[in-house]
């Protein structure tokens, strides 16, 4: 059998060998306890757990918590079989104000063996409310206290078991300790101190929820003394949250670590509705992110009104899931012949938008003008056309552009002008992104605030409430479209001139360069003009040379000689 362990770790303090016991320090139990019953108002029949969480045993609803005869009494058992030689060696019930707590005082003599004594509560059952199948952790609160004994207590503690069975056995089966499975204990550490407690310990712990429709608790004692003053078994769950139109029930607290989401309903009444999720998502310390205010709202037709959503009378509609929106008059060329109207019917040979309820009615506007042939270059379309002549009396008159390639199985005419098309006059749209080769149905609406402009058409427009007119092309190869050629074209061309004009100013300047040297070469030399022939290192040519008409210098005179 797979046994649950408890974090809490056993504190066993105190530990003797087998000796003469004899009774507790304490041996006025009720007198201490009738006193902190007095001062306490955790023992008071009054305190109880929060209104939300789940209880699931309170040791003191029971009157003669301890019996022998009714099926819902505690039951106790002595296993060690030596509890007539020494008092109040079982569990017994407590007397005095705290009349509902179990108190053990287990003693041994030499020649005794260990101490050995169980109690058993009633059958602790799930209920069956809403939402209890979701309940991931049972809880346990115990309040107790252990006293000194004449000579060291052999224990400390007292071990708690669980027997997890669907519905409740017989005598036997339920005091039968081999059924029940370890989950922790309760233990004392003061009794390292040097005289009793004067107070209640309390011990909170949790366990995974049984798998079975319910379960038996038990209490083991192996020689100590003491009293278990309360026992509370017990789930969590978050309290319920009611807010405007909207109402979230309580649900058991997720476990440790993790959150749990709690599907709200919109309330008072069938004419209330949400606008988004009604989640409300709880953690398991209890704290939740409660749902929006305006979560839950007046269905269309209907206005919030002192708490509850009332119909709109005829004549009158309201379009939205809204508790601020009240009932108005219908617009224009609009009738709400019913109660409750969330949309006035338009009249005659008007419409509107159906995305605009509170727009008035009018008459779509004529079609568009056809002018010209679409232009088709490449892949790219030019579609041209001329504004309506009747605008339906709105002054919002225009033009929306739907394609739809031909042959396309299911396929829709989608719309391909990012904003609405506005003018006088003859308009054109430049239709961009095509397939070569491809056919193409081009379809130009005229549109005003009461047709609308819906994203899409079907293949048989049959959703079109303004007027139209369609146009069927055949796009070409792919490639430059003709503008683009022609700049392409010419701008090739400027390169090829320029580099033309280049290469006859190069050719021109050689020429010249070549003539003019050609002519120096044959020249004849003047006067102080020489060849490079006449500079050559050796040259055994006579220079001839013009005598100079600068007057000759006079020779220098001799130099004296140095005395």
């Known amino acids: 059998m797979d046994f649950l362990v408890l974090t809490l770790v056993l504190t066993l303090s105190l530990w003797g060998p087998p000796a003469v016991r004899g009774a ?49 009494q505690w039951r106790t058992l002595d296993v060690d079989g030596i509890s007539t030689s020494v008092p109040q060696g079982i569990w017994s019930e407590n007397g005095g104000i705290c009349q509902h707590g179990l108190r053990i005082c287990s003693t041994m003599l030499p020649s005794q063996n260990q101490q050995n004594n169980w109690i058993f509560s009633d059958y602790i059952r799930f209920p069956s409310v809403p939402n209890v199948d979701d309940v991931q952790e049972v809880f346990f609160d115990m309040s107790f206290r252990f006293t000194q004994c004449v000579t060291p207590c052999v224990n400390s503690y007292a071990t708690v078991y669980r027997y997890d069975v669907n519905a409740p056995v017989s005598a036997d089966q339920r005091v039968a300790p081999s059924n029940y499975q370890l989950l922790g204990g309760i233990a004392d550490s003061r009794l390292n101190q040097a005289t009793s407690p004067t107070n209640n310990a309390n011990s909170v712990w949790s366990i995974p929820r049984p798998a079975t429709n319910g379960f038996y608790l038990a209490f083991r004692d192996e020689g100590n003394c003491g009293t278990i003053s309360r026992v509370y078994v017990y789930y969590r769950r978050s309290p319920g949250y009611t807010g405007t139109l909207v109402t979230c029930p309580s649900v058991p607290f997720p476990i440790q670590g993790s959150t749990s989401t709690t599907q709200g309903t919109c309330c008072c009444g069938l004419n209330a509705e949400n606008k988004s999720t009604l989640d409300r998502i709880c953690s398991a310390d209890g704290s939740c992110v409660d749902p929006a205010t305006d979560v839950c709202g007046c269905s269309p037709g209907f206005e919030f009104i002192n708490g509850v959503c009332q119909a709109c009378p005829a004549g009158m509609f309201q379009p939205d899931i809204s508790i601020t929106s009240s009932c108005v008059a219908c617009p224009a060329n609009s009738a709400a012949l019913l109660p ?224």
């Open 340 to 563: 409750a109207s969330g949309v006035c019917d338009c009249t005659g040979a008007t419409v509107r938008n159906p995305a605009m309820p509170r727009n008035p009615c009018a008459e779509p506007p004529s079609s568009p003008l056809l002018t010209v042939e679409p232009v088709v270059d490449g892949t790219f379309v030019t579609v041209c056309w001329g504004s309506a002549l009747n605008t339906g009396g709105l002054d919002d008159l225009h033009y929306n552009v739907y394609v739809h390639q031909v042959g396309m199985d299911g396929a829709m005419y989608n719309k391909v002008n990012d904003n609405p098309i506005t003018g006088s006059g003859e308009l054109c749209h430049e239709i961009s992104g095509l397939n070569s080769m491809s056919s193409y149905a081009v379809v130009v609406t005229s549109a005003n605030g009461a047709t609308g402009d819906p994203p899409t058409l079907d293949q048989q427009l049959s959703s079109v409430q303004g007027q139209f007119v369609a146009y069927f092309v055949d796009t070409g190869e792919p490639g430059l479209r003709k503008g683009d050629a022609i700049a392409l074209t010419f701008f090739m061309t400027l390169i090829f001139v320029a580099l033309i004009t280049a290469a006859i100013a190069i050719t021109v300047m050689w020429f010249v360069c070549v003539k003019r040297n050609a002519t120096m070469a044959t020249s004849p030399k003047t006067n102080g003009d020489h060849s490079m022939s006449d500079y050559k290192v050796g040259n055994t040519a006579k220079v001839e040379t013009t005598p100079s008409t600068r007057p000759s210098r006079p020779p220098r005179p001799p130099t004296r000689p140095k005395v």
């Open 24 to 72: 507790c320090v304490d041996d006025d139990e009720t007198a201490f306890f009738d006193d902190e019953c007095r001062t306490s108002d955790r023992f008071s029949a009054d305190h109880v757990l929060p209104p939300d969480w789940g209880l699931l045993l309170d040791s003191y609803d029971f009157s003669g918590l301890v019996g022998t005869t009714t099926v819902e």
